[in-house]
């Protein structure tokens, strides 16, 4: 079978599946991001430093917010992992590597240079040759 319109496990398309998917991913890397830019209010933590510190970072909106994301994210991805099949769900989360490289470029103004940009051509290679010849429905 292909991946398109192919029923996941009875609970709708594989399209939609494969956008719940996309949805969960795009929060985990929110998450991520939202969690760095706390870490960077905070001026960083360590497992060494004191619980004060700890404190202080969970009481910081950006991290509260970036966790709210990865929980909100771990929700539908339970969803995505009761449709596909297991070995071509999680290849799909090789999505966030694209998605954190653009985001450090954009927001966090890091330089990517050739072979992040081509490690991450070969991640999105990978995904659309997984997605093209499986059936991934369960």
């Given amino acids: ?13 594989m399209t939609g599946t494969l956008i719940l998917g996309l949805l969960a991913i795009l929060l985990l890397s929110a998450g991520q991001t939202l969690l760095k830019l706390g870490l960077n209010v ?18 910081t909106p950006w991290v509260l917010v970036g966790l709210a ?13 009761s449709r596909l099949d ?7 989360m090789g999505l966030n590597y694209v998605f954190i490289m653009l985001i450090g470029h954009f927001v966090f103004h890091e330089e990517v240079g050739a072979s992040r940009i081509l490690g991450v051509a070969l991640i999105l290679a990978g995904i659309l040759f997984l ?6 429905a369960k």
């Avoid at 905070?42 to 009481?59: E, I, R």
């Avoid at 909100?72 to 991805?77: A, G, I, N, P, T």
């Avoid at 297991?86 to 799909?92: G, I, M, Q, T, V």
């Fill in 86 to 92: 297991f070995s071509l769900a999680f290849p799909l």
């Fill in 69 to 81: 994301c990865y929980m909100l994210s771990m929700v539908l991805w339970l969803d995505v992992l």
């Fill in 1 to 13: 079978m292909t991946a398109k319109g192919v029923e996941a496990k009875g609970k709708g398309n």
């Fill in 42 to 59: 905070v001026g960083g933590v360590s497992l060494a430093q004191g619980l004060a510190t700890w404190l202080k970072l969970l009481q």
């Fill in 131 to 136: 997605l093209r010849n499986s059936g991934g």
